[in-house]
């Protein structure tokens, strides 16, 4: 049976002011109730006198709820921590220790590291080293069935932790934090994970700690980051909630995953993986020979580069063959559904999503920005779609579909409904999850994306049908044009595609997305 859930305050940099920390936790016990433990990280002592420090330590006064605190983070307060094993420094303030687990007789299990990182080793008194942090990874993953820990306690921020979502305002997590916390975090799987030194708070959305579609569902993490006790910006510094401890909690109530949930930030994209085979046989559906640079040179109409195969029927005068420096471009699909269907095509080889380097991602969802709000501004919304089956370069499949045709609902089923007739396993995945950390280099799979964010997945394991995406958006209950499910049987003349793609890049140039900064 589920225990009582603890009640649980986390502190950022406390710096000396005593005082007013522990007023400011007894103002909340008595508005609140009582809690069972308070967590400091960051700077417990400051450079500011020590008579506040003396009254607490002589027991003169005393915290009003058993508090629990990391090490120095600087050579000036080492001095404060005599025993690197942890100990007592005062009543009901104990240090925890350079590194270790601390268990509750609740079960709780909180992980903790004292410190700023460290280059060298040995690390000094007030840092950590990579031996350190292999140690207490060690230490807890060869627990016989171990899940994760409840809490991680560490004065720095983890490197990265602000990729995939929400950012901690002007911080700059690229740079700031450490990369052996972010180890240490992927490692230990926190259910929450606080941080401090950087005076700012920032609570992160939820990450997941396993891979959709790849690997059994796993608890999130949740990252907070406190501020400094008395800042003069009023940033948060005292974080209450409740925690039941993992071992205590049913697993289909550890593993719910909230709405709000993104991938995990500490994760490597998959782009040192190896290089996939390129497949014989492609079977492409090439673009218009017209497309547009979507860059500062507004809306000007070019072939493509003029060296044969199914991008280019038509030679062009080489004035008009230079590519600009840009990721990728648009091009209308040649046979398309309408006349307004285009393709996301990256200049340089790339076989699918998963292989585009964070710069191509970044325009192609410029791109994909840009074409929601000009379909939409046209009455129609858009259905996205890769096939990574029999290809050998990048195309995402662009084609509008008009509002009043039929509602995202139903095109999410007519998908799910024709791959159930064809035995094809659609799945639904998150709407924040990254289709990186679902498909690795190399895996073919076709993947649907509707402008809501809703995605659906199929990870193709022997034949799948080239033109099933087609054949969905073409059929009755969508687009209703079963005719055009076959790109080779809908071609237009020169004069025709010349004509289309004129009207396209005439309507779509206010949508620009470089207009749209």
Request: proline content about 6%; charged content about 25%; glycine content about 6%.
């Amino acid at each position: 049976m589920a225990g009582k859930p603890l009640r649980v305050l986390a502190c950022g940099d406390v710096e000396g002011r005593f005082d007013m920390l522990f007023n400011r936790v007894q103002a909340v016990q008595k508005k609140s109730g009582e809690f069972d433990l308070l967590l400091c990280v960051g700077n417990f002592f400051g450079c500011i006198p020590e008579t506040e420090w003396e009254e607490y330590r002589t027991s003169a006064k005393k915290a009003p709820v058993p508090t629990y605190v990391l090490g120095a983070n600087n050579p000036e307060t080492v001095h404060y921590f005599p025993d690197v094993n942890g100990c007592e420094l005062a009543e009901n303030i104990t240090y925890l220790g350079r590194k270790g687990i601390f268990s509750g007789t609740s079960g709780l299990q909180i992980a903790y590291l004292s410190g700023t990182e460290s280059l060298s080793e040995p690390a000094p008194a007030y840092s950590f080293s990579s031996k350190d942090v292999s140690e207490l990874k060690i230490s807890l993953l060869s627990t016989p069935k171990f899940k994760g820990v409840d809490i991680l306690l560490t004065s720095p921020w983890p490197r990265g932790v602000g990729n995939f979502r929400n950012k901690p305002g002007e911080m700059d997590t690229q740079r700031c934090g450490s990369v052996l916390i972010s180890n240490l975090a992927t490692s230990l799987k926190p259910r929450y994970h606080f941080a401090a030194l950087e005076k700012t708070y920032y609570e992160r959305l939820p990450y997941r700690n396993h891979v959709v579609l790849q690997e059994n569902a796993q608890h999130v993490s949740r990252f907070i980051a406190l501020a400094n006790v008395g800042n003069t910006s009023k940033k948060k510094y005292l974080y209450a909630f409740s925690i039941l401890p993992m071992r205590s909690m049913d697993p289909a109530e550890l593993v719910k995953q909230p709405q709000d949930v993104t991938e995990n930030p500490y994760q490597k994209s998959g782009k040192e993986a190896h290089k996939p085979k390129m497949i014989s046989g492609a079977e492409e559906e090439p673009a218009c020979q017209f497309f547009f640079d979507l860059s500062k040179q507004h809306g000007k109409k070019r072939p493509s580069d003029g060296k044969g195969g199914q991008h280019s029927q038509f030679k062009q005068p080489k004035k008009i063959r230079e590519y600009l420096a840009i990721g990728c471009y648009l091009a209308l699909a040649k046979g398309g559904l309408s006349n307004d269907h285009v393709l996301i095509l990256p200049i340089g080889h790339y076989q699918s999503v998963v292989e585009l380097s964070s710069e191509a991602m970044e325009e192609i969802d410029k791109y994909k920005s840009a074409l929601k709000k000009f379909f939409r501004s046209k009455g129609k919304r858009y259905v996205l779609f890769e096939r990574n089956y029999r290809s050998q370069h990048l195309q995402l499949q662009v084609i509008p579909v008009p509002l009043n045709c039929c509602a995202t609902e139903d095109i999410k089923e007519s998908f799910i409904l024709q791959a159930q007739e064809q035995e094809i396993e659609l799945l639904e995945i998150p709407e924040h999850s990254d289709i990186k950390q679902i498909a690795q280099p190399g895996t073919p799979y076709f993947y649907v994306e509707l402008d809501t964010g809703e995605k659906l997945f199929h990870r193709i394991k022997k034949k799948f049908p080239l033109q099933f995406g087609r054949e969905v958006l073409a059929s009755e209950a969508i687009l209703n044009v079963p005719g055009r499910a076959d790109w080779q049987q809908c071609t237009a003349s020169r004069e025709e595609a010349e004509a289309a793609a004129k009207a396209f890049r005439e309507d779509f140039q206010p949508f620009d997305f470089s207009e749209l900064q």
